[in-house]
DNA sequence: AATGAATGAGGATTCATTCAT
DNA sequence: TATGAATGAATCCTCATTCAT
């Protein structure tokens, strides 16, 4: 669905055109960023091959550099779409109207369902682009740094509604965002591969893991090697 | 300090040879997988070199090939002996006349101490071997499930000890396990970037969150949606 | 000063229009030639893209195709053009009614002038036409003849007016006119590198350069190896 | 003669092999440079595929990668080798025992020698190198310099010895010896084209036109416009 | 009169891999 | 045990040129 071969958006009234049809070129545009995504998510920037992607969109090699100028940029416009697509996806599935702890469940589950209906667009966030240099790193660095801060602020929001006070210290918050992050990633991959295990799931388990933990904190409970 | 370069290894008794000594096989090898980890780690299996690799190991290409067969044996290899010294720190970490928190505590340590120095060989199983097929694949997984079932197991033990009883679902704990892993794995690429925050410091913040999730599930309180 | 891009010049009385201007074919033409000089005199034939041509004249691709056929073609119009521009130069350069070796002098200030005022018609003239096959090399051959038959005409001439008699064999002067011609080619190079100098200067030693060989050629005054 | 397909070289004692035979690393770039000089100097730079060139050396183009990087270094290669064959050709050619008139003409010989003997490589030199950016073109004008001050220098000898004196004004003689230069190198053009002008011939013309000149020089005879 | 959309063909460069010694 | 010599097969990218409007 990600993906639409030109010969099928073309084919009017069956013409039996066999040569692609001419269209806008923001249209060209996101049929190439399609194919695109699906290829890198699949093989990874490097065992991407430009041929591929551009047989994907049905169009020739050339047109792709027309219109995205390079291996490169093409991957960098790829990472910039996806991010956004999840980032605003996670910033929809949130009603701000919500308690804190209402708005950390949506949004994970927004997170989760986003990225099993995304799994390629996932894979480029997640796998791929760190492995490339400045461009693209930085572009992920952002989006995981913005759903960090997002994460960070809903803790911090639940913990002052659910215990009042001050809430607990920046940087053990900070420490906890990176884990559920982190762990949320985790999950979702494990979500996404193992079919049977809906983002329902996964954000429950997310969601009592980071309550129990933040209750902990608030409590003043922490495990510590010596305290057994 | 992973990669030797050979003229220094080889350099005996001042013969003022230039030629990179002849080695026994077994010292030839390593020496090919530490500059094979490195290159791997950190540029990807497919922007990784042979020639790269075979100049930073100090011998020529055909050598590579005589003893590692291909680029792809080659990867096996390094994904096979990283794993195993992953599992094996961890094992050894692990003190078995503890109880089970102390056990788990220990383990997170132990794998936290172990991926902050080999960032390499951690680059190699955590980001790298899933992009490739199966071979390299396989390879991961299988370390993953060692150790996703040995924390399963200790997290069995831990309940079980601190709460009585049979201990939560198989599935849930799975979740927990996964969950844990892949907050243990986003924890270690922070506490690897920032430097400030060490290998302690990251099990810590571990350790409470799984605590604490651990101890709600035992007792059964769950946070769900429509609980508040 | 040679290329005007389109836009400056159809910006006609405020349509604010940003589109170039409809504009007779000989207009658009002129830019295309103006720009393809400008590309061709810089990078050569080669590495002279039709892409750059069309955008620095401020068309489409296609339009230039349309009027100029071929880079081939277009090529060869460069030429042609800038060859009729020079040789008419010089042409304009002489008054006929002097002495001839005053012609002689004039001529050469001429083409040093006007080489130097159009340095890129000129690359394409005495470096590029000579690369490339037929069509453009009959092209500048032809220039070449007639400068060269030009100077012959003019050096007999002087020859006849300053010492009487038939003059030299006809052999010994295509020889001295065609390293007067490539001295005057190199000395504009020279000439147009080295900023302070001018034309006047270089037709001035070239003038003397010629001078004194032709008398020395009159006077049967030959330098030989066995000579001295 | 340049260029010796390695079939050819390798073809020992009617073994009827086909694969070109291992030959060390000297040789092949030899043949490699020789087959390269052949395919620039006829196409020039851009015109000429490394395709090509690989095919005429006898080898495959991996190899002519391996063993001299780029085409644009290849090219360099190139320049250096014919630029020192031909100041060597040239100093060579000049015997230091022999007063400056004569070794200005033996001078002019080899240069014109050489260059009708490597017509490609003249033209690498003369044409082609010009066009392109620093790297090739300063080689270029290294070899350009070396020759003017080498003549600049055989003309004040001349001039000393001809005609006593200081000799002629440096700024003089600099014009001088680039129009000679430059008026050698248009000639070894004509020469090489009408094949019936030998070295000899255009050696002739060139040191009457020169000798000529300079007498002038030093009998202070200028030819100026207003003179007449 | 003029252009947006599109491509076939080719060119430079790299890489995993193999011989022959 | 070890290597210098060599290549088939991609891969990224560019360019002259055309078509449909």
Same mark, same amino acid.
């Given at each position: 669905m990600d993906v639409v071969r030109a010969e099928d958006a073309g084919a #009017?009234?069956? *013409?039996? &055109? =066999?040569r692609p049809k001419r269209m806008p070129r923001a249209v060209r545009e996101r049929q190439m960023l399609d194919a695109a995504v699906r290829i890198f998510g699949r093989r990874g920037y490097r065992a991407a091959s430009m041929d591929e992607i551009a047989e994907l969109a049905g169009v020739s090699k050339p047109l792709v550099y027309l219109y995205l100028n390079s291996k490169e940029s093409l991957f960098t416009a790829c990472i910039r779409r996806e991010a956004q697509a999840l980032a605003e996806a996670v910033r929809e599935g949130v009603? /701000?109207?919500? /308690?804190a702890d209402r708005r950390l469940w949506e949004g994970l589950r927004a997170f989760f369902t986003h990225t099993a209906e995304h799994p390629d667009g996932w894979a480029i966030l997640h796998?791929? #682009? =760190? *492995? =490339?240099? &400045?461009p693209s790193a930085a572009e992920v660095a952002a989006l995981r740094e913005g759903i960090t801060a997002f994460v960070t602020e809903l803790i911090q929001a639940a913990a002052r509604e659910a215990h009042?006070?001050?809430?607990?210290?920046e940087r053990e918050v900070a420490g906890l965002a990176q884990a559920l992050v982190g762990a949320a990633e985790s999950l979702a991959a494990w979500a996404n591969t193992d079919g049977s295990v809906a983002a329902n799931e996964a954000a429950a388990t997310l969601m009592n893991f980071a309550w129990a933990g933040l209750g902990n904190l608030m409590a003043g409970h922490r495990w510590s090697p010596a305290e057994r």
């Open positions: #009017a009234a069956g *013409t039996g &055109e =066999r009603d /701000p109207a919500l /308690p796998r791929h #682009a =760190r *492995t =490339r240099g &400045e009042g006070g001050p809430g607990p210290a």
